[in-house]
């Protein structure tokens, strides 16, 4: 069975303060890792994929790694506004569905 | 392009009461996909439709119940409703049904049973 794992559960970065999220999985023929960005009472809303290991995607202060058995999410420079539970979901297999990680809160303060 | 929509965005229902929820695609995707996200849970998925078909379903039982119209817009029913069907039901779309292929997800249906 496919399983994600992030850590850690909630992290509070005060403004500026540069940090990585992680996630670890185990599946069975990686198709993508998928990284979403959810904010209270929406939808998640799609940062990056990432298809094999060694490969980055940069999106302003976001920067999304993958190795053979997980991802970082680093986040440079955080603002406020970067404030949000940070969701990452597997593809694996033959199968189309997303098994994802419990998430990571992230909270920047001024 | 307009994203994904989902309709109600709230609803309130009572124990053994059904519901239907509904779900507009991006305009050119033919897969849609639903899942639920509970705190306890977070997101699991129920099942995608590609094709008017059932493609895949979840571990969720046979009260949980959807479908697709020709025109790639997906309805999801629950029926004999539980205070455990509390919870935000989340609709994602992609052009096919591919390992590869990114999910968008729409905005929620929030339900809520009594």
């Known amino acids: 069975e496919d399983q994600v794992t992030q850590s850690p559960e909630a992290l509070r970065l005060q403004e500026g303060e540069s940090s990585s999220l992680n996630c670890s999985y185990t599946v069975s023929g990686l198709r993508g890792l998928f990284w979403y960005r959810q904010d209270p009472g929406k939808g998640p809303e799609f940062l990056f994929t990432l298809y094999s290991a060694g490969e980055e995607k940069e999106k302003e202060r976001l920067k999304a790694t993958l190795t053979k058995k997980e991802s970082f999410l680093h986040i440079t420079a955080p603002k406020p506004e970067d404030s949000a539970t940070y969701l990452c979901a597997v593809r694996a297999g033959t199968a189309s569905k997303l098994t994802f990680g419990t998430g990571t809160r992230l909270q920047v303060t001024l | 392009k307009a994203g994904v929509t989902q309709t109600p965005r709230y609803l309130i229902k009572t124990r053994g009461q059904q519901v239907t929820l509904s779900c507009s695609p991006i305009?050119?995707?033919?897969?849609v996909s639903w899942y639920q996200q509970t705190p306890g849970q977070g997101l699991q998925f129920l099942f995608e439709y590609f094709s008017e078909t059932q493609r895949n379903k979840g571990n969720f039982p046979g009260r949980f119940s959807g479908r697709q119209f020709s025109n790639s817009r997906s309805e999801m029913n629950v029926s004999t409703l539980e205070l455990g069907d509390s919870a935000l039901y989340l609709c994602a779309s992609s052009l096919e049904p591919s390992g590869t292929d990114t999910q968008y997800f729409g905005p929620g249906t929030r339900l809520t049973v009594l």
């Open positions: 305009s050119g995707h033919r897969s």
